[in-house]
């Protein structure tokens, strides 16, 4: 469904583009030689439609910033910094939105595959093209993994943990593995939590959050859908989630997490929501939501983390 919405989107970018671009070719000279004057029009819509997209971007990282944690002090941004950080998002957006997401990934064996297979879970408003960039890498690697799609996009998050364990099941299946690993993006790890909640520990051996609102995000209020009601600070939903993870041992169960996040994260917030209690929490700054599932960094990190699992040596 999120593949069909975004070409619907893209639909209407290019019709507004190719408006905007018919708006300015009667504005301008009308000397001009023709093949000049429509490469002009042509360039001036797609610049609009980059502004607004633009637009759409700095406005998140302005409510994000509204509702800040405090950064320590060595991710203190200077003017340099800011501008990389808004470049890379806004470029990692673009990407994800205009390209990878329009090409899930599904399953994906090695002939060689090594260690443990990694389940991957995107976020809220994503399908499992949000992966494309670090399926590379797990393919250079030789790691079996998986990147399922959610549907629908709106649901209840508890509604999503059935295709979990039905993607896990399929996993261990096909790869012969009695474990899995789980990566997640954003919403993606509060998914992981619903399906620990729901069918235990016994099939995982790791689950790796990126960006992920713990503890909920201001910018849900603005989301429709079941879910971001469930993800918005303080939602009974999370306080019912953290509560049966305590009956359960919370400390046993998040012994299982390490969850990555920025500090400067544009989607979560305030970002320290991603900390969570009794797991591996691994800070990071200078990059945005987005970008967690491509920046280099974020990148090395989660694969640190799947090898370090691979051989049982995690902390």
């Known amino acids: 469904m999120i593949k069909r919405l975004l070409i619907l989107l893209l639909v209407v970018e290019v019709l507004g583009v190719l408006a905007v671009a ?7 000279p009308p000397g001009w030689p023709a ?5 002009a029009a042509v360039a ?5 439609l980059l502004l607004v ?47 990878h997401m329009l090409r899930p990934i599904g399953l994906q064996l090695q002939p060689q595959a090594r260690g443990l ?10 399908n499992s093209g949000y992966w494309r960039p670090l399926s590379a890498h797990l393919r250079a690697s030789g790691i079996s993994h998986y990147g399922i799609d959610l549907e629908p996009p709106g649901a209840d998050i508890d509604d999503f943990a059935p295709q979990v364990q039905a993607a896990v099941e399929h996993l261990c299946a096909v790869t012969g593995s009695a474990q899995v690993i789980i990566l997640a993006h954003s919403m993606g790890g509060l998914v992981a939590r619903a399906w620990l909640r729901r069918h235990g520990a016994a099939r995982v051996a ?6 992920t609102p713990h503890h909920g995000t201001v910018l849900a209020d603005l989301g429709p859908g079941r879910n971001a009601v469930q993800m918005r600070c303080g939602s009974a ?18 012994n299982l997490f390490c969850s990555i996040y920025s500090v400067h994260d544009n989607i979560v917030a305030p970002q320290d929501s991603s900390a969570l209690p ?6 990071f700054g200078a990059i945005g939501h987005v970008a967690l599932g491509r920046h280099p960094e974020i990148v090395r990190c989660a694969l640190a983390e799947i090898v370090s699992t691979q051989h049982g040596d995690f902390v």
């Open 22 to 28: 018919a708006a300015l070719r009667s504005l301008l």
């Open 117 to 126: 297979p990694v389940l991957l879970i995107h976020g809220y408003g994503c």
């Open 278 to 283: 009794g797991a591996r929490n691994l800070v």
């Open 44 to 48: 001036g819509g797609v610049l609009v």
């Open 35 to 39: 093949p000049v004057t429509v490469l």
């Open 53 to 99: 997209r633009m637009s759409i971007a700095a406005n998140n990282f302005r409510i994000s910033w509204r509702a800040r944690s405090v950064p320590a002090v060595i991710h203190a941004l200077d003017p340099i910094k800011a501008a990389r950080l808004f470049l890379h998002e806004f470029a990692s957006t673009m990407l994800t939105s205009s390209w």
């Open 237 to 254: 939903w999370l306080g019912a989630l953290a509560a049966s993870e305590t009956a359960v041992d919370a400390n046993l169960q998040r």
């Open 206 to 211: 790791r689950v790796i959050t990126l960006g």
